[in-house]
Nanobody, 127 residues
């Protein structure tokens, strides 16, 4: 059974940095893409970064140049390094993946379809 567990959220001042981590269990990420999305006061759902099995990455324009997604295939983790944080980055951040065993509908971002995510981790950026 797939499980995604996010951690690393917190409260920082504008311009600060945080690194989010996603621990993956019950899943082989070598054959799939992984993704981070967020829910903010302004947007119900915004995908911010994705990475595929070739380590190719893609980012939303709103975070490009500030966020970096990476993965450790040996330890089944996906990380999101967030620099130069802004108050508008405040929100709940979720690690997501395609799960063929889930009945949920798919969302898509830059070629990565996903229908499963964890409980999320809160990021709060103060001005």
């Amino acid at each position: 059974q797939l499980q995604l567990t996010e951690s690393g959220g917190g409260s920082v001042q504008s311009g600060g940095s945080l690194t989010l981590s996603c621990k993956i269990s019950g899943y082989t990420i070598r054959r799939n893409c992984m993704l981070w999305f967020r829910r903010t006061p302004g947007k119900e759902r915004e995908a911010v970064a994705t990475i595929d099995i070739r380590d190719d990455t893609a980012y939303a324009d709103s975070v490009k140049g500030r966020f970096t997604i990476s993965q450790d295939l040996d330890n089944y983790t996906v990380s999101l390094q967030m620099n130069s944080l802004k108050p508008e980055d405040t929100g709940m951040y979720y690690c997501a993946a395609p799960n063929p065993h889930s009945s949920g509908g798919f969302y898509y971002f830059e070629g990565c379809g996903y229908n499963f995510w964890g409980q999320g981790t809160q990021v709060t950026v103060s001005s």
